[in-house]
């Protein structure tokens, strides 16, 4: 039993890791890159995206670090616009380590989306399904 939750924390572990890698990768290439680069790189959406997308890693980071209850839940989130910044960042191209990094920090926020949602008592359709109504442990 003891064994499962070192590992369970290894993967928090990483997952802190991969999102604030990739908060750095996303703020960094926002301002390093797709400003002084302007076009495609600087439209709203995708701008904003990328910003939102650095926003929410850190934050989820933060979730698991303080050991929320409700880290499942961000981390489910982040996984979701983690994939829509990679999907934005591969059409606009020339942003290949940011698609990289946020498939990475997508892939890490699913997993622990998954194994947080079971060890706080939510169903697994219920964290997966975005339509599903979450209440709030108490």
């Given at each position: 039993m003891?064994?499962t939750?070192?590992?369970?924390?290894?993967?928090?572990?990483q997952?802190?890791d991969?999102?604030?890698?990739?908060?750095?990768?996303?703020?960094?290439?926002?301002m390093?890159?797709c400003?002084?680069?302007?076009?495609?790189?600087?439209?709203?959406?995708?701008?904003?995206?990328?910003?939102?997308?650095?926003?929410?890693?850190?934050?989820?980071?933060?979730?698991?670090?303080?050991?929320?209850?409700?880290?499942?839940?961000?981390?489910?989130?982040?996984?979701?616009v983690?994939?829509?910044?990679?999907r934005?960042?591969?059409?606009?191209?020339?942003?290949?380590?940011?698609?990289?990094?946020?498939?990475?920090?997508?892939?890490?926020?699913?997993?622990?989306?998954?194994?947080?949602?079971?060890?706080?008592?939510?169903?697994?359709?219920?964290a997966?399904?975005?339509?599903?109504?979450?209440?709030?442990?108490?």
């Amino acid at each position: 039993m003891e064994h499962t939750v070192i590992n369970v924390d290894q993967r928090m572990q990483q997952c802190i890791d991969e999102c604030l890698d990739c908060y750095q990768v996303c703020f960094s290439e926002a301002m390093s890159h797709c400003l002084p680069t302007g076009g495609k790189h600087v439209e709203a959406r995708h701008l904003g995206l990328m910003l939102n997308c650095a926003e929410l890693c850190r934050t989820a980071a933060e979730f698991m670090m303080s050991n929320s209850a409700l880290h499942a839940t961000v981390c489910g989130a982040c996984a979701e616009v983690c994939e829509a910044c990679a999907r934005s960042c591969e059409q606009v191209g020339g942003m290949d380590t940011c698609v990289q990094q946020c498939r990475r920090c997508a892939r890490s926020c699913r997993e622990m989306a998954g194994s947080g949602a079971s060890a706080h008592g939510f169903s697994g359709s219920q964290a997966q399904n975005s339509d599903a109504p979450m209440k709030a442990p108490m």
